[in-house]
């Protein structure tokens, strides 16, 4: 099932039942966020002013959602000004249409794809396949997903959850080859000769976007490997997949980006590769451009004031990497191609909060606060994950335990009261199994023998 | 309506509030090439430091023996380098070093950009042989990022170079070179 979409299948709370199972998956991701996380703080650390450079990414994003309209406008001119197509997609199911038609129109059969979270959001790689058309994923951690028929489990190392000797026998038997090592270079290199092959052939290609810059028309792709480039260079047809809110003003506003996005990520000063184009230019690469403009629930984040902020997000996975939820119970628990911290937050926002599953999201969270500090563009996680617990449907019992406690708590005679009679309802409420849920992972608190309003009352003066 | 118009509706329903945006001038600050130098050498990139007069000599050592390719108005002469005469991709395999020139180098991150102009070619030749060869001039090297932004040609295909093709997929393990050159180096020209 790599590409997996965003519906959750299960509530969060039996999925992670599920994948706390998984000893490999534990270890392999708690190594992996100590490690990308330690190394996060030396290229940190090298800023003058990191926060000042968080709350400048910050700002420049709300301000290019403010004039998101105008920006997409701009965009689409000037791409089309240098000879790219430009298509708009309200839904997944629209640009999966899109994209199935360029490739029919040109009788495509199979197309290479670069790493892109927004076509495993739209499940565009089974929508593809049920049409006729193969899409192989040129990245080495999305190829692995992809021929184990597995998803992602992280933003940036989607095969985390995998090991050396796993990758080896499954490299042994759906590419055929004898692989006397399982020696990660031995294993890149076994990806680098079955892809070449590939990159050499295809007609098109389909990317995501890093970010696009309105004033220009250009596009970013950042990425290591050079399977990007590939893709981006060496097809005849190019297919871009955009969400909306990845379009930045100018040009120059690609800086202040690309100083928080590698830091973030992949915990470098830079990523060795980033590649921008205009539209099309004779003679260097693609000569066909396809630009598809995807909402899919993004204007239902845009429309809720709290909520919005969300759409800051550059999918670096820095939060999944500090969260101690996420580095227990690793990112299929989830459900959703939106993992971690951000993924409790953006996957129900983008179902506009009417998936019961999805809903059960925001409570993924201990609420430490962690992955607001490493947000590199300075989103309140914490302050959305509250919020969107208030939105979700409420038990009618809790419901009704929270109206009595409010109607108890809004006067100080009944609150007394309440507080001498608090032996007895602690005894009764154990009693029913009515905090079962809370106590079952913690004490009960010893109820102490006089409240402290009583020894206030009493004491000395 | 069409999908154009029902996400411009339902981002104008969204009303975002605007506020003033200010982008703050980055000083312009001398660059520094010990700085450029060390972190594209933290790439595990190989880098050379050169007096003009050196430049022909360590290409022409860098290439011996090797089938080496560069971009049709490349600067420098090489013995025994073919020109880019427009090869296809399979033709391209065949070449196991490229040598080319670039717009710029930001000290900042330890980068490279080629923006396709003189002495650059198109990308592919860039891309496709295992060693990438780029020199630079002392002062091409910028000190930030939005300087290096404003030296490029924004609207020509751009390649932002840090150091060899990478990946740390396999158990986070860094395996230098996967698609892209295995192999980087940079020939920095004292001015």
Redesign the interface.
Known sequence: MSGGGIRPATSFTSAARETLKNRTLRA?LG??TR??CAKRERVVDEIEDWQATRS?GA??K??A?????EN??LLEKQVEA?GGTV????TAQ?AVEIVAKIARSHRISEVVKVKSITSDEIELNDSLKKQGIEAIE????EL?CQLADDSPSHIL????HK??EE?RQLFATKLGVEIESSE??R??EV??LH??EK??TAKMAVSGANFA?AS???IGIVE????G??C???PDILVTIMG?EKVLP??????TL??LLPRSS?A???????????GV?P???PQEFHLI?L?NGR?NV??DPVG?QTLRCIRCSACLNVCPVYQRVGGHAYGSVYPGPIGAILTPQLLAMADENANTLPFASSMCGACYEACPVKINIPEVLAYLRGKTHKQPVELAAFQVAYWVMSDSRRFSAALRGKRIGASVASMFGLVKGWTDSREMPEVPAESFRDWWRKRDR | M???E???S?????A????D?F??E?PVQPASIDLFCE?VA??RAIVHRVSQDEVSATLNRICEGRRCLVAADFEFVIEGAIADA?FT??EL?DFETTITSCAVGIA????IVLD?GQGQG???IT?IPDHHVCIIRADQVVS???E???RVM????????????????????R?E?????RKLEVLVVKA
């Open positions: 392999n190594f992996a490690t990308i400048a700002a420049l709300d301000h959602l403010a004039n998101l309209e997409l406008l240098a298509h708009w997609a309200a629209e040129t990245d080495l951690a692995i190392v989607p095969a985390i090991n050396r990758i990660p270079h294993l890149a990806a680098r892809l070449r990159f050499l810059v220009t028309g250009s290591s490997e050079g399977n480039r590939m981006l260079t060496l909306i100018e040009w120059s506003d690609v800086a690309m100083r992949t470098e000063r830079m990523n060795p590769y980033t590649s921008v184009w205009t230019t003679g260097d690469g403009l909402d204007t845009l429309d919005r | 069409t999908a154009k029902r996400i411009l339902r981002i104008r329903t969204a975002v509030p605007r506020e945006y982008r703050t980055t972190r933290d790439y427009g991709h399979a395999v900042e991150s330890g980068t396709a198109r990308r592919a891309l930030s990022l939005e290096g932004l404003e924004v609207t020509r295909p751009l390649t932002f170079i840090s150091g060899p093709s990478a990946t740390s997929d396999i158990e986070l393990v395996v070179g996967v698609h892209g050159p």
